[in-house]
């Protein structure tokens, strides 16, 4: 043992130590660990996989979720994870999901090609991964809240542009490698659809990114429409025409002053076709629409230059809208707006309208299916040739000539004794003869213009059809058959005046003899094609929308009351003015009987 003598002289045989000696002891003795930044993602899969130790993993795991990684970590944390994608089995699902997760489409060009070839690699050889990584990508296409100014319309600034297309590209390039996608992309993007009460932007914004995939994979386009047509009818049942329209009117006492003021309207015209509505849900729906119709435009448009191919690709969008009718459409009840859609895709090849109208009324004859849905047929089919401007007179007088001859067969083979008079049991043709009504009616001027006219409807025999055993027209709405039975007396069709007296003294004597008001027999009528309430996308609509005008034949209808006649009967309804054609629907039942007596005394006035 060794002795040391100190400065004091003090004798020790403890060993002295320089002050460097001293620093190295005390860091050798430190317990250190090191910072999954440091440790990287290489070193922690190749723990985890050799080792079978996840520990470091989910450290970097929740790293990589928590700090604000610069362009530098970004990239190399990427490019490390394409080096081991081998090794990301279903085991690493955390921290792949995390990899998918890194905000990419902001950055540099190459942080955005590395993580286009890594999410690729992921999803071709590890197929486990794809409803992650898919729904990573869909995620994107949603707007934030506060993105409003960057969607005018549906459409995104050029810098949101740019943003999004690196991400189609991704999807592009998944869908073309792992054909399996396809079925996950579809779900992806139904998941991810906004809810109806989102933002107006928010909605469009997912929409518009919707089109842009049909734009680059074909094969998504009846599934994708069909899923948007079914989520603009959440939206156009919770867009009522009763609220819409009440804007609208307070919108019109707002401007009345000055439109009887200013002689030039140029510019507030302008500026009123670039408003919407101030309904939130309407609002939405509005813009959503706008969309559709600029996509069906320039999809379905052909003219002589237009290639094979286009040709092609116009008819099979048209036979997918059709058979998206069929399944979302036409089941429907009390839609107001969606189906305009389809008048408009007709009124761009006539083909397409006799298409549509003929598959309705093969609908319409087939006892084969339901009557409910051969019902909704017969109101599409009224709607549609009384609003559609685009048709020739012709075709109108072609379906009212089947649609009669329908129901003087039905009549002939019905028995007058033993076949039941119920609604019910006749709903198809009562809803057939209220067609033939409601079309004379609306088109009384169009139909009675020649003596040539006045001969066809005299071929149709209306005098058997209204006071047929069946009475079709104690089952109309009152409007229909007040309307109706005018233009048939004023020239002298046939007289349901007697027939109309004797329906009103039936349901007088249901309420009072049994000192019970009893439910009023109609039928329940939805006519689709009524006037059009959206601002913005009725731009699409007002050039071939054909509004409501009187004829002759309304003088004799607003005189009945004088007369007698069972036009003012308790709880029929009077006409409307100007583009209301039908106002007796289930929303005007709604409405007290004090409320009804009331507009009564005011129309009377």
């Given at each position: ?15 002295t ?8 002891a005390?860091?050798a ?20 996989v050799e ?5 470091f ?11 604000e ?7 190399t944390?990427?490019q ?10 279903p ?28 999410c690729v690699?992921?999803?071709?050889v ?25 969607w005018v ?6 810098h ?6 690196p991400?189609h590209?991704v ?11 396809f ?15 989102k933002?107006p ?18 094969i998504?386009?009846?599934l ?16 009522p ?11 019109g ?21 670039e408003?919407?509505v ?23 448009s052909i003219?002589?230059?237009?290639s ?9 969008l ?9 399944e ?11 189906q ?5 895709v007709?009124?761009?090849?006539s083909a ?6 003929n ?14 849905i ?10 549609y ?5 685009f ?11 089947e ?5 003087h ?6 028995d ?9 049991a006749?709903?198809?043709f ?23 006219d006045l ?16 009475n ?8 229909v058959?007040?309307?109706?039975a005018?233009?048939t ?6 007289y ?20 019970k008001?009893?439910p ?16 913005l ?5 007002e ?41 007796a629907?289930?929303?005007q ?11 009564h005394?005011?129309?009377?006035s």
């Amino acid at each position: 043992m060794s002795a040391y003598t100190n400065k004091s002289g003090v004798t020790s045989i403890l060993k002295t130590f320089s002050a460097a000696a001293k620093a190295k002891a005390v860091a050798a003795n430190k317990v250190r660990f090191s910072t999954p930044k440091e440790k990287g993602l290489a070193e922690s899969v190749r723990v985890a996989v050799e080792e079978g130790n996840f520990h470091f993993v989910k450290e970097f795991t929740f790293f990589i979720q928590e700090a604000e990684l610069n362009d530098d970590e970004v990239l190399t944390i990427i490019q490390d994870a394409k080096r081991n994608i081998h090794n990301l089995t279903p085991d690493f699902v955390n921290l792949v999901e995390s990899l998918l997760s890194l905000s990419w489409n902001r950055r540099n060009s190459e942080i955005m090609e590395a993580y286009t070839e890594f999410c690729v690699d992921i999803m071709v050889v590890h197929n486990r991964y794809l409803p992650i990584g898919v729904s990573k990508l869909i995620v994107h296409w949603i707007p934030d809240d506060t993105d409003a100014q960057d969607w005018v319309n549906g459409c995104p600034q050029e810098h949101t542009r740019y943003q999004l297309k690196p991400i189609h590209s991704v999807l592009n390039r998944i869908l073309t490698a792992v054909p399996m996608a396809f079925d996950v992309v579809n779900d992806a993007i139904s998941a991810k659809f906004p809810y109806f009460k989102k933002q107006p932007h928010v909605t469009a914004g997912y929409l518009f990114n919707l089109l842009w995939l049909i734009e680059y994979k074909p094969i998504f386009e009846e599934l994708t429409l069909q899923l948007v047509l079914q989520k603009l009818l959440i939206l156009d049942v919770n867009a009522p025409r009763d609220e819409i329209f009440v804007e609208t009117e307070d919108d019109g006492e707002m401007d009345a002053d000055s439109m009887f003021q200013i002689d030039d309207t140029n510019a507030a015209t302008l500026a009123n076709n670039e408003k919407t509505v101030d309904h939130p849900v309407g609002k939405t729906l509005d813009v959503c629409l706008l969309m559709l119709y600029k996509f069906l435009e320039d999809k379905c448009s052909i003219n002589q230059q237009s290639s094979d191919q286009q040709r092609w690709m116009a008819n099979r969008l048209f036979k997918s809208l059709m058979y998206i009718f069929d399944e979302v459409l036409l089941p429907s009840h009390n839609t107001h707006h969606v189906q305009f859609l389809i008048f408009y895709v007709t009124s761009i090849r006539s083909a397409y309208a006799e298409a549509f109208l003929n598959s309705l009324w093969q609908k319409v004859k087939n006892p084969n299916i339901s009557p409910i849905i051969r019902h909704a047929a017969v109101g599409y089919m009224a709607s549609y040739l009384a609003r559609a401007k685009f048709l020739p007179l012709c075709t109108v007088i072609f379906y009212l000539k089947e649609m009669s001859n329908w129901a003087h067969t039905y009549i002939d083979d019905s028995d007058a004794n033993s076949q039941s008079g119920s609604m019910k049991a006749n709903l198809v043709f009562y809803s057939v003869c209220q067609a033939v009504f409601y079309l004379i009616a609306f088109r009384a001027t169009d139909l009675t213009a020649t003596s040539t006219d006045l001969l066809f409807l005299q071929s149709l025999q209306l005098s058997r059809l209204a006071m047929c055993h069946l009475n079709p027209l104690r089952y109309c709405l009152a409007p229909v058959a007040t309307a109706f039975a005018g233009v048939t007396r004023t020239y002298q069709l046939a007289y349901c005046h007697t027939v109309l007296e004797r329906n009103a003294r039936r349901k007088l004597a249901t309420v009072y003899g049994h000192e019970k008001s009893m439910p009023e027999e109609t039928l329940e009528t939805f006519f689709p094609f009524e006037p059009y309430l959206l601002k913005l996308s009725n731009k699409y609509i007002e050039n071939i929308y054909m509004a409501y005008n009187g004829s002759d034949a309304d003088d004799d209808c607003m005189n009945e009351s004088a007369e007698g006649l069972p036009s003012r009967k308790r709880g029929d309804s009077e006409m409307v003015e100007e583009d209301e054609f039908i106002i007796a629907d289930k929303r005007q039942k709604e409405l007290s009987r004090s409320q009804e007596l009331e507009k009564h005394f005011q129309f009377a006035s």
